[in-house]
């Protein structure tokens, strides 16, 4: 748990002039993370944080750099560690070291490690501006303009980030319709994953609109 706490944050994007269109942003990122993180086990106090000052390197640049610049004010200003590795670490769905040298970064691995730090991440990558973005749309946008490996990274992060809604189907898997089920999913905000549950199937749903996909597939007949 963090000794720098919400009310610090604040504080210190006030120091630094962050205007009211990035706090606007700020606010909807923390609004989301925050509603991730009370679904899973994670440091909510250290999410809180690091969502308030993600973006705190906007108040010195707009540019790709503003997370390695966040960081540095961080660092002088003597903030944890672990929250200087949310603010670095969540450009995209993160930077291997060698798309960060492509991209005219410092060498460094820049993908998340720690939950805390993949829910910002994530969170971020789901707000434009300060409106929800729908994961398919966020992956359709990422697709044009990421790396693969980043759009494969930003995937796996949805899996890990949400907690599973699941749904039981009386069929075995093979015999569920993929096609249809898409189609049927396709308006819910989400993702979603099979299993085997002999002698039947389990669906696992991930993102906001989980719970109302469950109920939507109740009647639902592959």
Partial sequence: MTSFKKEDALKLLQKY???????????????????IAGQIECDQDLVEVGSLLHDIGRTRSHNKDHAIIGADILRKEGVDEAIVNIVERHIGAG??????????????????????????????????????????????IARLKWFPASVDRLIRMHFEVFTPVTVALSKNCPDVDIAKLDHALEKFDLLYQMKS???????????????????FLANFVA
């Fill in 197 to 215: 549950d002999d002698p039947g199937c389990i669906i696992l749903l991930y993102g906001r609109d989980s719970s109302k996909a469950k109920e």
């Fill in 17 to 35: 002039n962050a205007d009211g269109r990035v706090m606007d942003h700020l606010w909807a990122v923390h609004d989301y993370a925050m509603e």
């Fill in 95 to 140: 930077l291997t070291e060698p798309e960060a040298i492509k991209l005219g970064l410092p060498p460094k691995n820049y993908v998340p490690q720690t939950i805390e730090e993949k829910i910002v991440c994530h969170a971020d990558n789901l707000i434009g501006g300060t409106e929800r973005v729908s994961i398919q749309d966020t992956i359709r």
